[in-house]
């Protein structure tokens, strides 16, 4: 089946630096990636909707500027988080599809902790 | 946009039990109805879907049920293990690639 791989599984990083995440679809064209962020013991919140070669759709109160999309080709979309803030402390998630109708593949995740 | 209300947010039942999750969804245009079950850590697993063309579906122990009136759609799971343990999430989406939005999720307990 469809596998989307995400690397990497835990990055610890200092405040005020970058990560950055990356999700490649191994065996399909995604032509659309969804990015989610997890609190631990709440739900998948979407942060932001990207399809190959445009701009990313974010979601209400998620700052553009400080996550960094990226979308460049059928098979990887990157997500960076810029000037990471403990809060920012979260588990990252990637969700790919074909655009068929067929569901959501989703990435293994990333746990983040920014010390 | 889209809103997912799932309920209840814990749930403890005794093994061999029945275990019901429901969900509502906003927009009466969604037309994609998964569910997912999350272990600690771990990217959500889907566990059974539903499309807005049906009412029920069912795999083995689980079931879907669907009312596209009032919309809502609920999980069932009969005959409980301790290994169904897990939270559990709904979603729905326009389907054709759109964006998936999660219920609150479920956490489920099943005591031995």
């Known amino acids: 089946g469809a596998v989307v791989s995400q690397h990497p599984s835990r990055v610890i990083c200092k405040s005020g630096t970058s990560v950055k995440i990356e999700c490649r679809s191994l065996d399909f064209q995604a032509t659309t990636m969804f990015w989610y962020r997890q609190f631990p013991k709440q739900s998948l919140m979407l942060m932001a909707t990207s399809n190959e070669g445009s701009k990313a759709t974010y979601e209400q109160g998620v700052e553009k500027d400080k996550f960094l999309i990226n979308h460049a080709s059928l098979t990887l979309s990157t997500l960076t988080v810029t000037s990471a803030h403990p809060e920012d402390s979260s588990f990252y998630i990637c969700?790919?599809?074909?655009?068929?109708?067929?569901?959501?593949?989703f990435g293994s995740g990333t746990r983040l902790t920014v010390v | 946009g889209e809103n997912v209300e799932q309920h209840p947010s814990t749930l403890s039942v005794q093994e061999g039990d029945s275990a019901v999750i429901k969900c509502t969804y906003s927009?009466?245009?969604?037309?994609?109805f998964p569910w997912y079950k999350q272990e600690l850590g771990k990217r959500p697993q889907l566990i059974i879907d539903?499309?807005?063309?049906?009412g029920e579906k069912k795999d083995q122990r689980i079931a879907v049920t669907l009312n596209k009136t009032a919309k809502h759609f609920s999980l069932h799971i009969t005959e409980t293990q301790p290994e169904d343990s897990a939270v559990y999430f709904c979603a729905a989406s326009k389907g054709k690639g759109g964006k998936l939005i999660f219920g609150q999720g479920t956490e489920l307990s099943v005591k031995p």
């Open positions: 927009d009466s245009a969604s037309n994609y």
């Open positions: 539903i499309r807005s063309n049906v």
């Open positions: 969700s790919a599809t074909v655009g068929t109708g067929d569901g959501y593949t």
